[in-house]
């Protein structure tokens, strides 16, 4: 096997790929905190991390995959570590339980990740079923000198630890210069150190979700459900732990600090991060408020009617932005995401999406070509290097928009051969064959989705003519006739809506 090499965050190199204990490789990737829909900033980090997933187990490697859901500890300044936690402000707002949140949302992400055609991850754990294992870790790191108690709350002394570690060694930025540049402790004089962490609070009497601890009745801090999640399922040190940039100066600089505060153990050999979507340069984030949900993008599947972000409006997905021309398939809007590198930023626009979808099409129409291409004994091309460019590529720390180029090349030749310009033989026909299969299906996880969306297209090109057509009973006043396209229209499963400007209609 050629080497795999990664970018690692620590060391700013790209480094040959060795596992601590081959085939096995541990994986975690910070998953979503559920207090609302994700968007597709969101959607872009998990589909960034399911290629490098789908990838490792392409080599043979045999893969456990973490990826957590946060359902407790994300407050709202989540650099400060205060404010109210995001789901119980959303559980407030509601008036439902914070667990009724949380599931909730996470229906609508798996959904979300599954027209995305992301692959699910072998454990998927939550922060609020890990709470023994938060306190567990706490005692030893309170233990080890790491931290300390104040009134109930649990704080992680980093100036102490840095002492001894490199607390920026994810940054790249020097103790000094981060505690020069963080805020007084204005409010928050129980902490030593004006980069202080919680890593356990007392709940104030408001405060939904508490549990008991040692120190207070309480709830654990953000970052150590991922240290103790992580250690729990992968071990003390790990292979690859990934998350979007905007972990690395706060949230993975704190699980760092926390893991070795508690075990004396570098806990991950390879930090991966993926960049930012953006919008108009932007980066998309709930707090902005410039987010896209996958609903308002999406065409074609269906969700699942068990689902409660499935009302009926949506049963159906026909995104209708308006920053948009038009609605796009999921696959489409993948493809998307591939053809930027995962560590550079992806501009998310109509112009942007409209180009890839075409990109898309070609080359999944060059696939149905290929099928019916018929050999030749002699070829007049050779692609022999065709296959080995594209593990290149992904050696070459899983470059997506490089493979999408050699795919392209192989669009090219089909494309050739199918006009008489070239010849190809059986041996090319297979490796063809394989590239895609193993590179556009497997790797990439694209696939075609022609027959989903050309069953809506007829759908909607059906029921609109059978509203017209109703229309014009109405128009001569053959009532018997409208009233029963009407009634079967419903029978059928349609909901029509009448209104001054016209009649609308939806999958019930
Ligand atoms: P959150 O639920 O906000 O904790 O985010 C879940 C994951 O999505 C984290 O790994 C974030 O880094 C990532 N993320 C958030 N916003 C974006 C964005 N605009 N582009 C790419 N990834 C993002
Ligand atoms: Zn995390």
Known sequence: ???????????????????????????????????????????????????????????????????????????????????????????????????????????????????????????????????????????????????????????????????????????????????????????????????????????????????????????????????????????NTFDIHGGGMDLIPTHHTNEIAQSVGCCGQVPVNYWVHTNMLTLNGQKMSRSLGNVFLPVELFTGKKLSPHSPSATPSQALLEGKHPLFDKAFSPMAVRFFMMQTHYRSTLDFSNEALTASEKGFERLMDAYKTLQSIQPTDKSSEDISALLQKCYDAMNDDFNTPVLIANLFDCVRIINSCNDKKLTLTKKDIETLNTIYNDFVFQIMGLKLEEEQSKTNAVLHSVVNLLLDMRNQAKADKNFGLSDEIRNKLIEAGIQIKDSKEGSTWKLN
């Open 1 to 235: 096997m050629q080497p795999l090499f990664i970018y690692n965050t620590v060391t700013r190199k790209k480094e040959e790929f060795k596992p601590l204990n081959p085939p096995f490789v541990g994986f975690y990737v910070c998953g979503p905190t559920l207090y609302s829909d994700v968007h597709i900033g969101n959607c872009r980090t998990f589909t960034s991390f399911d290629i490098m997933y789908r990838y490792l187990l392409h080599l043979g490697y045999k893969v456990r995959y973490v990826r957590n859901i946060t359902d407790v500890g994300h407050l709202e300044d989540e650099v400060a570590g205060e404010g109210e936690d995001r789901i119980g402000k959303q559980a407030r707002l509601k008036q439902l339980e914070p667990m009724e949140i949380v599931q909730r949302y996470s229906f609508g992400f798996r959904e979300v990740m599954a027209l995305l055609n992301t692959l699910p991850p072998s454990v998927e754990p939550t922060a609020s079923g890990h709470i023994p294992e938060q306190i567990e870790m706490i005692e030893k790191i309170i233990e080890n000198g790491y931290a300390y108690v104040e009134d109930g709350n649990v704080y992680f002394n980093v100036e102490k630890f840095a002492e001894h570690n490199n607390y920026g060694v994810l940054s790249g930025r020097s103790i000094e210069d981060q505690l020069n540049n963080t805020r007084e402790l204005d409010g928050q004089e129980e902490k030593k150190g004006r980069l202080d962490f919680a890593l356990w609070k007392k709940a104030k009497p408001e405060h939904i979700m508490r549990w008991n601890s040692p120190w207070s009745v309480g709830f654990p801090g953000w970052h150590i459900e991922c240290s103790a999640m992580s250690q729990k399922y992968l071990g």
